[in-house]
Every structure is written in structure tokens, then in C-alpha cells.
């Protein structure tokens, strides 16, 4: 079992060193717990070094340097321990051993060890001196015994206080139930209280915790809780009661299993009792609907910061009313009602000239966003205009550290790329990722040309849908050489009313692909791939075998897949991943064909099949490869259960989703 001790040192290696970010990390904070729960030292002090090879902050570092000096201080003295329990195992009159044994366990903390094996020594040794030596010690061990410090009542305010930071609100509640001199203690002390971090309704529940309010509310300085509807909707109300004044984080997300439960009215009036402090603010929760955000940029007019995850939202019609712009450098808004018109939100943009991260995502976006934009914002760094779902580099945008020019680039619905001039002329070397979606309508040519009048030398990831624009598409392939960098390029196109897909000019497109050096995953949903070009495409990096540097290969529902391209992605060595999907003439010599040669990548770990021929003899095949560790086989044909019972014995992870029966 692992002691409190070790707990508490492994629960502080967990918040320096960020063990949820790594799994390795998790893994070797595990076994350093079980190492200090047997008394393992050395165990817990190597894996500490393996640690420190991946710690990326000199804090977390020093942090666990000190650790393991304290660890290795615990190693000596059980060396210590047990040399002296030895000697006195072969000399039972070894006054020395017992000397040295009861001070070790007086170090240690086990007062009562040290009078017993103190006084075990007393019965041995029938020397006076000796005697008297043992009975003084035993005396001052069992004053030591005796004697209790209590380092809360006794340890300075600021001591106290930097103790007490590093504790949870469960922590610190279980503090304030040791003893009354305690509770004053913690009540008195503002880092207990400076963040309030809360998951579930533990905190906001208890009765205690609310009449405590009065007390510890002026001291609290930010709110992050997950809970249900009720009670976030009661923390907004005691902020009309009692004194938020040092708030200036909120964030609340909640769930809500009754559909009709609203806590609107709650916020429009809890909002202006901690207005004047609040710089950021964040509700997450589909269940809060009409939120008007004009009316919360009004009254807190501190903010920087504003993220709505709303059901639905008033928009920004009446920000106009402002009688000043805004401190806001990060909008955003994610709401599963359609936004009607962007339009609506220009009064944001026309006043908030700091603003350096956009994010508007919804069902559905009416109107052209970057004409609304204009010229307003011009510090922008993210902008991401688009639709549910969102993917790639754009989920985790709140994570990326925001540069001086604009690096992120999402639109969805644009009809032209001509507003995008001025700012792709200062930004077009700082760009890192896009994803555009361009009007379904047609448009002229030149609408498009600014996105090919620049060389993206930093564009790591583009994603393209062509959103059946034929101007757009004809454009495209002067777009894919203005990219020369990218790493990750995903194209699909939108699927609409069994309309199929739009007939691009497949030579020019992937040609244009073939010229990216440095691509790595190349993913195609929807696309024509009928005729020669694409099969160039990975002929091509097949011949570079390992010099390639396509690692994941995605081909899902594209017109035109067949055995000819099945086999010839089979054949490039390079790939650790792929995944085929999608109705094509495959025949049975085709699945044998790229069985034989997938099963002879030397990389690849990860193979994705689905709604093509896969027969018995292609699984026998296929399990002889040394390098595939998962196996995922969608609606194939033609796989009898003597074929599936092959695949699931000699593939580590193997599974079969929605498949047809065996034949």
C-alpha cells in the first residue's frame, strides 16, 4: 500500500511535472509511489532520473532534483538502520548498535521503534555505564515522543499561506476540520481561497462550504467549476451577495439533464456585482439560450477575454451602444443554433481593436465574414470562421502561443479572397495553418489569385474544401505550389443531396501535391482520383521508398478508387498509417496483391480497410507483417471467420466494425 507520505510527494510530482500531458511521465510517477510505498529507494531515485530527460521546465526540474536528494537521504539511513540491526543480530552487547538503531528511528519519526529497540539493549547489556547511556537516550526519545509541534498554529503568515497554496479545495477542508486554531488559521490566509477549482458539485453543494462565502469570497480571485445547472446558476446569485471584489476569472461549465432549465436570467444579473474586476469569462453549456453579448461587453468593460458555448446567442447587435472599444483580445463563440448573418457581428470587430484571437463556430454561418471583417482587427493572429466539426491544428488553438502577425486562418463560406490581401501581405511568411471553404456559388477567377501571390514558406497544414467552386478548383493548383512547406494537407469535397463530386482537373491538382517535399499526411475525402495522376502521385513516392516522407496516407469514399491504386499505396514504403475506405473495383487479386505488399512495410503500424474485397487468403497474408500493430477492417467482402480468426491471433489490436456476414 503506498503511504501518505509517498502520496503526497507523488501528488506534487504530478502538478510540477504535468502527468496528465505525458503518459510516460504517468507511468514513471507510478512507479516511483510503489518504489516509496516499499521503501525502495533506489528504485525511486532512478526512475527520477529518467524523468528529468523529459521535463521541459527548469522549475519542474529543480522540483524533482530536490525530491530525489531527499530520497536518497532516506536510502542512507536505511542502509544505516539495517548495518545497525545486523550488528547487534551478531553482537547482542553492542552498545553502539542499539545507540545507532534507536537514533536512525528517532530520525525517522518512529519514536516508539526507538524505545523499543533502546530498550531492548537495556535488558542486554548489564554494564552500568552502558545502562545509564540507554536509559538517558530512551528519555529523550520519549520526551521527543511527547513533545507535539504544530507547524499550522506556529509557522509565519507568509510560510503559511505559500503551504496552503498548493492545496485543493478538499485539502483545505479537511484542514479547517482538524482543529478551531486551524480554521482561523486557513480562514485568515488569502492563498487558500485565491483559485477555486471545483469539479462536480462538492463545493457549491456542501452548506458549509456557501456559509463560508462571506468570509473567503473576498479573497477569491478565480472560479473554474463543472457543475449542474442549479448550482452555477446559485453561484451566480451570491454574487449579488456577497464581496467578489478580487474576481477576475470566471469560468463555468455545467450540464443540464432538464432541457427547460435556463440560467440566463442568473447571469444577466450576477454579472454586474463582479463587472468591475472580471478580465475573463467563460460559460460553456448548450443549455444557456438568447445570452445577449453586447449586454455582458457593456457591463464588464474589463475584459479581455470572452468565450460563449452557448445554445444560442443575441450576437452583437447592440454592442454599438459602447462609448468606447474594448479591451478584448479573445473572442469565442461556439453555438449550435445557425448564426443567421455575420453581418451582425461587425460592431465587435469595429471595436475591438486589440482583438488577436477569432473563433466564431456554428451549425451554420450566413453571409460573407471577411467582408465584415474589412480592415477592423488588424492584430488578429487566429481567425477561425467555421463550421461543426472542427479538426486538425484548430481544436487546439487556445493552446498555441499567439504570434505578433496572424498564423492561424480558418473561413468557411468566403466568395472572395481579395479582402485577405492586405493582410496576407504582412502575414503570408507567418501563416502556419489554413483551412478554407469557399462560397458554393460561382466566382471570378481572380478572386482567388491573392492566395497564390505569396509563398506560405512557414504553412505547415492546409486543408482544402472545394465546396463544388469550379472557379475556385481552377485556381487551386497555383494555391498548392504557393505552399511548398506543408506538412498535412487534407481536400474533400461537400457531399450534397447524392450530387457526387465535382470534376476537378486531377493532372494539374496532384501534380501540384507531387511538388510538396515535405509532405507527411496526405488525406483525400470525396475527390475524384479516376485516371492516371493520382496513381503517379504515390508511384512517385514509392520509388523514393524511405526517402519519402509520407508517414499517413487517408483515402475515405473517392470516385474512382480501384486495385490499380489500392496496390499502388501498398507499395510506398514510407507510410505508418493508412486508411482506405469507400466503395471502388477491387477484386480479389487486388486485396491478395496489396496484402502481400502492405505486410512488407517496415513502418507501418496502423491499417484502416473498409467497403472493399479483403478475402482469406489476403488476412493469411497480412498477419505474417511484423510491423502492424492495429488492424481495422469496415463492411469488407469476401472475410470468412477462418480468415478473422487468423487476423485476431496474430494481430495485436484487430477488430471488424459493421462487417457483412461470413461468407
Not at 85 to 112: F, T
Request: aromatic share 8%.
Amino acid at each position: 500500500m503506498v503511504t501518505d507520505q509517498s502520496n503526497f510527494e507523488n501528488g506534487t510530482l504530478h502538478q510540477d511535472l504535468d502527468a496528465a500531458a505525458d503518459p510516460l511521465i504517468e507511468r514513471q510517477l507510478t512507479i516511483i509511489a510503489k518504489a516509496l510505498a516499499d521503501e525502495q529507494y533506489d528504485q525511486a531515485i532512478s526512475s527520477a532520473s529518467r524523468l528529468l530527460i523529459r521535463c521541459s521546465s527548469s522549475i519542474a526540474a529543480r522540483a524533482l532534483e530536490l525530491r530525489a536528494s531527499a530520497w536518497e537521504r532516506k536510502a542512507s539511513l536505511k542502509n544505516e538502520l539495517e548495518d545497525a540491526l545486523l550488528l547487534i543480530e551478531y553482537d547482542s552487547n553492542n552498545v553502539d548498535a542499539y545507540l545507532r538503531a534507536g537514533k536512525i528511528h528517532s530520525i525517522r519519526g518512529n519514536q516508539q521503534k526507538a524505545i523499543d529497540i533502546l530498550s531492548q539493549g537495556l535488558q542486554i547489556c548489564a554494564l552500568d555505564d552502558h545502562q545509564a547511556l540507554l536509559t538517558q537516550h530512551i528519555a529523550i526519545v520519549k520526551a521527543k515522543a511527547q513533545r507535539r509541534i504544530d507547524f499550522i498554529a506556529q509557522a509565519p503568515y507568509d510560510v503559511l499561506c505559500k503551504i496552503l497554496s498548493y492545496l485543493d479545495v478538499d485539502a483545505v477542508n479537511t484542514c479547517m476540520d482538524t482543529c478551531r486554531t486551524w480554521r482561523s488559521k486557513v480562514l485568515e490566509c488569502p492563498e487558500s481561497w485565491r483559485v477555486m477549482v471545483t469539479l462536480g458539485t462538492n463545493f457549491w453543494r456542501s452548506t458549509r462550504a456557501v456559509n463560508l462565502l462571506p468570509t473567503i469570497s473576498k479573497h477569491i480571485e478565480t472560479i473554474d467549476t463543472y457543475a449542474d445547472p442549479q448550482k452555477v446558476a446559485q453561484l451566480f446569485d451570491n454574487f449579488a451577495k456577497y464581496d467578489f471584489s478580487r474576481l477576475h476569472t470566471l469560468i463555468a461549465y455545467y450540464t443540464a439533464h432538464n432541457g427547460d432549465f435556463d440560467i440566463s436570467h442568473s447571469v444577466n444579473s450576477g454579472l454586474p456585482f463582479v463587472a468591475q474586476t472580471l478580465t475573463e469569462l467563460k460559460l460553456d453549456s448548450s443549455a444557456i439560450a438568447g445570452i445577449s453579448m453586447g449586454r455582458i461587453l457593456s457591463i464588464c468593460q474589463k475584459l479581455t477575454s470572452i468565450f460563449l458555448g452557448v445554445g444560442s446567442i443575441t450576437e452583437c447587435s447592440d454592442v454599438v451602444s459602447l462609448s468606447h472599444d474594448t479591451l478584448l483580445t479573445a473572442v469565442k463563440i461556439w453555438t449550435l443554433v445557425p448564426i443567421a448573418t455575420i453581418s451582425n457581428f461587425k460592431p465587435l470587430f469595429q471595436h475591438s481593436p486589440r482583438l488577436r484571437n477569432l473563433e466564431i463556430h456554428s451549425k451554420e454561418i450566413g453571409g460573407d465574414f471577411l467582408s465584415v471583417l474589412e480592415h477592423h482587427c488588424p492584430e488578429l493572429a487566429v481567425i477561425s470562421v467555421q463550421t461543426f466539426p472542427i479538426i486538425g491544428p484548430f481544436m487546439n488553438i487556445a493552446r498555441t502561443k499567439w504570434g505578433e502577425r496572424l498564423h492561424h486562418l480558418s473561413l468557411y463560406n468566403i466568395r472572395s479572397a481579395e479582402p485577405l490581401l492586405p493582410r496576407l501581405v504582412s502575414c503570408h511568411d507567418a501563416l502556419q495553418a489554413m483551412k478554407l471553404m469557399p462560397a458554393r456559388d460561382e466566382g471570378n477567377q481572380r478572386n482567388w489569385r491573392p492566395l497564390s501571390s505569396f509563398i506560405f514558406t512557414g504553412m505547415t497544414y492546409l486543408h482544402i474544401n472545394t465546396s463544388y467552386n469550379r472557379a475556385f478548383c481552377e485556381h487551386l493548383p497555383e494555391i498548392l505550389r504557393a505552399c511548398p512547406s506543408v506538412e498535412t494537407l487534407e481536400m474533400e469535397n461537400t457531399r450534397q443531396d447524392g450530387d457526387g463530386v465535382v470534376a476537378l482537373d486531377a493532372d494539374r491538382i496532384f501534380n501540384a501535391i507531387a511538388e510538396m517535399s515535405n509532405l507527411s499526411c496526405l488525406k483525400l475525402t470525396y475527390l475524384g482520383i479516376r485516371g492516371s495522376a493520382f496513381k503517379r502521385l504515390l508511384d512517385q513516392h514509392a520509388m523514393r521508398g524511405d526517402g519519402s516522407m509520407l508517414r499517413k496516407l487517408i483515402i475515405y469514399w473517392c470516385d474512382g478508387l480501384d486495385g490499380d491504386i489500392l496496390e499502388a499505396a501498398g507499395n510506398v514504403r514510407s507510410l505508418e498509417r493508412l486508411e482506405i475506405r469507400g466503395p471502388g473495383r477491387v477484386y480479389d487479386n487486388n486485396a491478395l496483391s496489396f496484402a502481400t505488399s502492405v505486410s512488407k512495410l517496415p513502418r507501418l503500424s496502423s491499417l484502416h480497410i473498409g467497403e472493399v474485397v479483403f478475402t482469406d487468403e489476403a488476412a493469411q497474408v497480412l498477419a505474417t507483417s511484423k510491423s502492424l500493430e492495429l488492424l481495422v477492417l469496415f463492411d469488407v467482402h469476401g472475410l470468412t471467420q477462418n480468415g478473422w480468426k487468423v487476423l485476431h491471433d496474430n494481430i495485436p489490436a484487430f477488430s471488424m466494425i459493421d462487417y457483412y456476414q461470413f461468407t
